[in-house]
């Protein structure tokens, strides 16, 4: 799928070529948050441009501010999506997880140079737990709350995009907030998430149960997310005990490494069978050790991660 805009219909220079084309990144950025999926903020950028090059050079050139068109045409693109995306993650095969976002440096060849990807910025907003928080929220609460406390928009502008009164955008984005703070808890830095992450793995390569149960939360949660594509646990594995079971039994072949990489900004694992990456693992740290495990295994989610 291409990730450049579409041309001009009309064979005529667009007005504004730079005003335009630079916002590509931001909208990536915007449309991730909101959607938590890669393929989906891609069609919603392309959308996006799409609907910019199907005005006329006229009006075109009558948009006092391209970067706030772009932006109030994407965020309600998103808000659709979001909409349909509801109906269409009930009917999803097992446990829906977001698509999880490598480190650029760290996967470099191949289709990946021309991913979106590439253009999201991997910060705090991005990290699987709090994607996992805005699953949890009703479209019009992820857009608020996304464009006023990520992004910085003021209500003024979001009612615009999402098509109530800045004062009602404000309560959307209050109760959003009110989840994400609900749901913090205090983590070690990330250099300590990255050894508590190494020692996972290694226990998990030696089967060591017990090992493995040391590093878990005793109220842990580990969640699968095959997509009905690839074999999964249809529901979440709870509790220390059961979930090092679950790893440790899990037959690995020869041919199959686990390497330690960056899922969203934060320590995690991918499992590669001959250099391919079959499944991605992301963690929630805390104090008292592993607290929660994403694992998605469905291909259809980790195109960001070929290699070529």
């Known amino acids: 799928m291409t990730t450049s805009p579409p041309a001009p219909q009309d064979g005529r220079l667009d007005p504004v070529p730079s005003a335009v084309t630079g916002e590509r990144r931001r909208l990536t950025d915007l ?24 005005m006329s050079p006229p009006q075109r050139a009558a948009v006092a501010s391209p970067a706030g068109w772009l932006t109030k045409v994407a965020g309600r693109v998103c808000l659709d999506v979001l909409r349909s995306a509801r109906a269409r993650r009930e009917r999803y095969v097992g446990e829906w997880v977001p698509e999880p976002l490598p480190e650029r440096t760290e996967w470099s060849t191949g289709a990946m140079d021309a991913d979106p990807a590439d253009r999201i910025t991997l910060d705090e907003s991005v990290s699987m737990a709090f994607l996992v928080v805005l699953e949890a929220m009703t479209p019009a609460e992820r857009v608020a709350f996304v ?24 309560r959307l984005a209050s109760s959003a907030r ?8 205090p983590s070690p830095p990330t250099v300590q998430q ?10 998990w390569e030696a089967r060591d149960i017990r090992a493995l149960i040391g590093l878990l939360d ?19 594995v709870e509790g220390a005990e059961p979930i090092a079971r679950f790893f440790a039994e899990r037959t690995l ?22 250099g391919a990456v079959l499944s991605v693992y992301a963690f929630d740290i805390g104090e008292a050790g592993i607290r929660r495990i994403w694992a998605v295994l469905n291909p259809e989610k980790l195109r960001p991660w070929r290699t070529g």
């Open 194 to 203: 990255a050894r508590v992450v190494r020692e996972f793995k290694r226990a």
């Open 147 to 170: 464009l006023h406390d990520v992004f910085r928009y003021p209500f003024s502008e979001v009612a615009g995009i999402v098509g109530r009164t800045p004062a009602a955008c404000r």
């Open 31 to 54: 449309a991730y948050r909101m959607l938590g999926s890669v393929a989906e903020a891609e069609d919603a950028v392309q959308e996006t441009y799409a609907r910019w090059y199907a």
């Open 218 to 236: 005793a109220d842990a949660t580990a969640v699968g997310d095959g997509g009905g594509v690839v074999t999964a646990r249809p529901h979440p």
């Open 253 to 274: 072949p020869g041919r199959l490494a686990i390497r330690e990489c960056t899922v969203n900004g934060l320590p995690g694992l991918a499992a590669l069978l001959d």
């Open 178 to 185: 009110r989840r994400v703070e609900a749901s913090r808890a």
